[in-house]
């Protein structure tokens, strides 16, 4: 009568015989073991019926795809559906912070769209004009600081005062003497 095998127990009798099998191999081989020693207790181990029950008992790789569906085993698809998941997670993330603003806007159409929807904010004015110096559209830029000044409330002074000073700042950095000085006359009289 043969001894039914685990598969720690092939995988330790290999190693000491100076083989390396891993636990999946083991598993199949033990599995494989385990099989011919039932077929041997119900009688099935005589020449051609021997061959025939080998060859139609599914193999550890054939017994694993039908308990797990048609590819893979239990540990790849559970690190599929994982990656999978990942992948739908940081899709929604990215979706929701495009929806939120939190995406940096990368064309003129952008930020205007932004100014449709916060008209008196002076850092949305800013940085659209940023953007057009980063283009070096030095002109466009100062046109947009002057729709800025006409479009932010006069009663929001402290939004008025940063686009002053951006367009000081602006003035001083890429405009000539006659216009920086121009400039400071309107800020100092507080005409748009």
């Not at 390396?20 to 020449?47: I, K, P």
Request: hydrophobic share 35%; no cysteine.
């Amino acid at each position: 009568r043969t001894p039914l095998v685990e598969p720690r127990e092939e995988a330790d009798a290999a190693a000491r015989l100076g083989g390396r099998l891993s636990t999946r191999e083991a598993g199949g081989r033990a599995a494989e073991h385990n099989r011919r020693a039932d077929r041997q207790r119900r009688g099935v181990n005589s020449g051609a019926a021997a061959a025939a029950a080998a060859e139609s008992a599914p193999s550890q790789e054939q017994e694993d795809e039908a308990a797990n569906g048609a590819g893979g085993s239990r540990r790849e698809k559970n690190s599929k559906k994982t990656t999978s998941m990942r992948q739908k997670e940081a899709a929604i993330v990215e979706r929701e912070q495009e929806l939120l603003g939190d995406a940096a806007p990368q064309t003129a159409d952008d930020y205007e769209r932004l100014l449709l929807g916060s008209p008196h904010s002076s850092y949305m004015w800013l940085r659209y004009m940023h953007f057009q110096v980063g283009l070096t559209e030095l002109e466009r830029a100062r046109e947009v600081v002057e729709r800025a000044l006409r479009t932010i409330e006069l009663g929001q002074e402290a939004e008025r005062f940063n686009v002053w000073a951006a367009l000081l700042n602006f003035e001083k950095a890429h405009g000539s003497d006659q216009s920086f000085l121009a400039a400071f006359r309107r800020a100092v009289s507080g005409t748009s």
